[in-house]
């Protein structure tokens, strides 16, 4: 009880105690002299802890502290605080969640997601008392309620007269620039010089005639400085595969402004796939972990994780799994993504499949439902609610959810002229040793493994095993592929190559195209090889071509891979009227590509299923 609150009891007790007086002034000096003397006496017989009611009130603050799990020893847990039976059960899963015992870890995050009763205040304990290690298999527990992530702390102020524009040219500029691969060289000269132009042009300061900026600024509409800003992104991507760049992007707060960068562009999933790219690299070193906890970084992945978009669920549930080394050994680069478990899971992982795109194609959008026909050449939206259904993640992981389902991503183009990177020529060869890497990174051949792949995909999965059986530390690939499915795979080349003449896309066809060829001696060589490393292996084989032509452009209509060039000379070929770009796209769950599919899968998996 307050001080004033008792003085005012008593004045209360005195007023009702005894018939008023008739003389009002004698009736203030009575109660004048009570009052005084209750204050008085107050004050000698009482030492107001005021720390005690602001504990009650910042109850959700008090920390826990750290105590042994000795059960031989006695100690009063709870001491200092005085606790309400219905908090006890949180604190209890605090200490849990850091016992020495791995198991009762898990065990404690578990119950922690799953609880559904708690009030917000007790979410809170949770969210300020967990460490690192909890906090981040909480962001993997599907269940998990998001008042158990704290908001990120406040971001730094920009510079006076700066932009974010500027700060991520600045962070960019301050990376070490030499002893580079030319791709790299090239993403941070290009990203340096627009950076440099746009900002320019906004402040008046180049090609001003008479001090007038505008038209050369306006002459920037085309660039926007989203677009520049993806120039700086991009080229910060390529830094971040570098361990050492990654420590320079934390030191020079590289955190906090990607975070300003992916609170700006909510509505620009480009944007932020990419920082979600940058994060994901930084993750693979564990000694920055505990600065992305800090930084705030967890609480946006745990939302980012449950959203229905698949990229952004994916790219967050990659970033978060390179955060938890409590239950992934495994380390996920850039450029290999979950699609199913997107959390932790007490289901057994008993296999992997493994889906490698295309030509043009990607590792989400190829393996969208079928929709419209569209332009081999034509760029699909980067708008993910245009996007149809991953089915890989919405089917196949329901009927078979015992997988690890892993789609792979890398860059191909039609033409010199729309590579990404002018100095990239990377061969089948180049790409294959560099997917193998991260594969292998990511654990694959630790258990059976099916690969699915499309087009130019099926040609790095023939290259990639035959690279896999040369080096002894990649046997396990080798000994644990169950089965392959190519969905229109060249294996005899294409005559996509034979019109780079007189198409405009392909007037200086990428090595790519060079490699699709007819007449291409490498892949005669590839398919002869693998052939011959196939005859004693024990895994299944099953083919699919499509019937239809597609479009090249506005004016060619092509069969992009006909059946004899499909036909590997092993297993099943099945010929399905769609078109180059529909034959990895089932139109409903029941279509019989997915059906198909599916069956060999579960055949070539059967017994490993059962165990």
Same mark, same amino acid.
Request: net charge neutral.
């Given at each position: ?34 009052? *005084? ?40 847990? !709870? ?98 620039? *030499? ?94 796939? @990419? ?46 799994? @390179? ?155 080798? @000994? ?58 024990? !895994? ?70 059962? @165990?």
């Amino acid at each position: 009880m307050s001080l004033a609150a008792y003085c005012v009891i008593c004045w209360r007790r005195m007023g009702t105690s005894t018939p008023p007086p008739k003389s009002s002034t004698y009736w203030r000096d009575i109660s004048s002299l009570f009052i *005084t003397y209750e204050v008085l006496a107050l004050k000698k017989s009482l030492t107001l802890d005021t720390q005690v009611v602001e504990r009650e009130k910042m109850k959700s603050y008090i920390y826990v502290h750290t105590v042994s799990l000795d059960k031989t020893e006695n100690h009063d847990t !709870f001491s200092t605080v005085d606790i309400e039976d219905h908090d006890c059960a949180v604190w209890l899963l605090l200490r849990k969640s850091r016992s020495d015992d791995r198991a009762a870890r898990l065990q404690a995050v578990q119950e922690m997601s799953e609880a559904r009763h708690w009030h917000d205040y007790q979410y809170r304990i949770i969210a300020q008392a967990c460490d690192m290690r909890t906090l981040t298999g909480l962001a993997r527990s599907k269940e998990s309620d998001l008042r158990f992530f704290l908001h990120p702390p406040p971001l730094p102020s920009l510079k006076e007269d700066s932009s974010t524009e500027e700060e991520l040219r600045h962070l960019l500029a301050s990376l070490p620039q *030499t002893d580079l691969d030319e791709c790299i060289q090239c993403f941070t000269a290009l990203a340096l010089s627009e950076s440099s132009q746009s900002l320019a042009a906004q402040k008046g300061g180049l090609w001003c005639f008479g001090g007038n900026g505008l038209p050369y600024a306006e002459s920037f509409g085309e660039v926007p400085s989203a677009t520049v800003e993806m120039f700086c992104l991009e080229a910060l991507v390529k830094h971040s595969e570098i361990p050492t760049h990654c420590d320079k992007i934390e030191a020079n707060g590289g955190l906090q402004l990607l975070q300003r960068l992916y609170q700006l562009h909510k509505d620009c999933p480009k944007v932020q796939r @990419n920082i979600m790219r940058i994060l994901g690299n930084m993750a693979l070193n564990e000694h920055l972990h505990s600065t992305i906890v800090r930084s705030g970084w967890v609480s946006i992945l745990a939302e980012a994780v449950k959203s229905q978009h698949v990229m952004e669920a994916s790219h967050a549930a990659r970033t978060l799994a @390179n955060l938890d080394r409590e239950t992934v050994p495994d380390k996920y680069q850039d450029g290999v993504y979950l699609l199913h478990p997107l959390y932790r899971t007490s289901q057994p992982i008993k296999a992997d499949v493994l889906f490698i795109h295309g030509l043009m194609g990607a590792a989400f959008k190829t393996w969208r439902q079928q929709d419209n026909d569209q332009d081999l050449t034509e760029k699909v939206s980067e708008d993910e609610t245009k996007y149809t259904t991953c089915w890989p993640k919405s089917w196949l992981a329901r009927d078979c959810p015992a997988l690890r389902i892993i789609s792979v991503e890398y860059d191909t183009s039609l033409s010199d002229w729309r590579a990404r990177c002018p100095t990239e020529r990377k061969s089948i060869a180049f790409r294959s040793n560099e997917l193998l890497r991260k594969l292998r990174a990511a654990g694959v051949g630790d258990r059976p493994v099916i690969w699915v792949s499309h087009s130019m995909g099926g040609l790095l999965v023939k290259k990639m095993l035959l690279e896999a059986s040369k080096k002894p530390e990649m046997s396990t690939i080798i @000994n644990n592929t169950r089965g392959i499915i190519f969905y229109s795979v060249p294996h005899h080349g294409s005559h996509l190559a034979e019109y780079s003449v007189n198409i405009r896309y392909l007037l200086f066809p990428s090595l790519e195209v060079k490699e699709l060829s007819k007449d291409s001696p490498a892949l005669k060589t590839l398919q002869d090889d693998f052939l011959e490393f196939a005859k004693d292996k024990n !895994f299944q084989v099953l083919s699919f071509v499509e019937t239809l032509p597609t479009y090249i452009g506005s004016m060619i209509k092509l069969h992009v891979v006909p059946l004899e060039s499909a036909d590997l000379g092993l297993g099943d070929l099945i010929p399905v009227d769609v078109n180059h770009l529909n034959i990895c796209k089932p139109k409903t769950k029941d279509a019989f590509l997915y059906q198909r599919t599916l069956q060999f899968i579960r055949d070539a998996l059967a017994k490993d299923l059962e @165990n």
